[in-house]
């Protein structure tokens, strides 16, 4: 007798197969990263394509890309037709390299040994107080990071192109203010500070970070020419002062909340009364709602002693260091903007 269409995801066969597919999520995370490094996704961006095809493309062996295709295809990334030809879905156009807000950097980062071994060793993380990045390589994650340079650039060419959609997402709610100058702090290559001065055109802005991120900042161009420059420094020492509004993009949730009460201290320092800070960060929801942030929580746990955090907790950091949170916006992308400001 067919089964029925109707049955029932607690029958224990169910049960089984789905706790043992969730066990072996590392495989797909493998095969995707497969699909990245041999750029399957800008093989397929003129139409689909068989797996001898892209074989021949990609000098891999067929049958094997064949299986890697299908188990991708399974959870929606490429589509198989009737014909055995694969082609892009909505999820794989972002694998391509010659998209805007390609996450292909992003999804080499992820799925690099720098977080799957840190992943591996999540029990120890919760066994022991610290992540287990520290245990594994020898250094913190951003120390190991200024020690070799060619793992640093893999981080930051991820951490950019993960952080472009949510660039626009953030410019596009925030009302940035039309005049005055905003100060990214620990901003990377300045995704958000350009699309903040891209749409208010008197915005100044300073983009301050570390030397290597700042190397290869994304604010050269005619559009915004003598509105910005950039500053190397240490957050935990302290900030440039006098913007009107500061922004932490992805970057609390690196650090434990002692840390993060130093660099909202150096904030503080830095801002005038009324100023406004903005904290750019995943905001988790009760309960068993489904979050990306939930995700990423356990990944800061493991990898930087990090972690996502709710609202209230925000609130208890920002009014430990002189900040009222005011409000919470959600945006199009997975993280939200905390405004706080200085009392």
Not at 108 to 118: H, I, K, V, Y
Not at 135 to 155: C, D, E, H, K, T
Not at 310 to 328: C, K, Q
Request: charged letters at 20%; proline letters at 7%; aromatic letters at 6%.
């Amino acid at each position: 007798m067919a089964a029925s269409p109707h049955r029932s995801n607690d029958q224990p066969h169910d049960i089984a197969a789905h706790l043992m597919d969730q066990a072996l999520g590392h495989l797909f995370s493998a095969a995707l990263r497969t699909a990245a490094q041999h750029r399957i996704a800008d093989h397929l961006s003129g139409g689909p394509r068989t797996a001898e095809q892209l074989a021949a493309a990609t000098d891999t062996h067929a049958p094997h890309l064949r299986r890697v295709l299908r188990c991708l295809a399974a959870r929606g990334i490429f589509r198989e037709d009737a014909t055995g030809a694969y082609g892009l879905t909505p999820s794989a156009q972002p694998l391509r390299t010659d998209v805007p807000d390609s996450l292909h950097p992003a999804v080499l980062m992820m799925t690099d040994e720098l977080f799957l071994r840190t992943s591996a060793a999540m029990p120890d993380a919760v066994e022991r107080d610290g992540a287990s990045f520290e245990r594994i390589f020898g250094a913190p994650l951003f120390a190991y990071l200024q020690s070799n340079p060619v793992v640093r650039r893999l981080f930051d060419d991820g951490m950019a192109s993960l952080s472009a959609p949510v660039d626009e997402a953030v410019a596009e709610v925030y009302p940035f203010p039309e005049s005055g100058t905003v100060v990214d702090v620990g901003g990377g290559r300045g995704g958000l500070l350009r699309a903040a001065l891209r749409r208010r055109p008197e915005l100044t802005g300073v983009l301050f970070d570390q030397p290597p991120p700042l190397a290869h900042h994304l604010l050269d161009g005619d559009e915004l020419k003598g509105r910005w420059r950039t500053e190397a420094g240490d957050f935990f020492v302290s900030v440039p002062e006098g913007g009107d509004v500061y922004v932490l993009k992805h970057v609390l949730h690196d650090w434990s909340d002692g840390d993060c009460r130093r660099i909202l201290r150096s904030c503080r320092t830095a801002m005038a009364a009324g100023t406004r800070l903005l904290i750019i960060d995943s905001v988790l929801p009760p309960g068993n709602t489904p979050h990306f942030g939930k995700t990423l929580d356990v990944a800061m746990m493991a990898t930087v002693d990090g972690q996502e955090r709710t609202a209230e907790e925000f609130a208890t950091l920002l009014s430990a260091e002189g900040f009222r949170l005011t409000r919470v916006l959600p945006t199009s992308a997975f993280p939200s903007i905390v405004e706080a400001v200085a009392e």
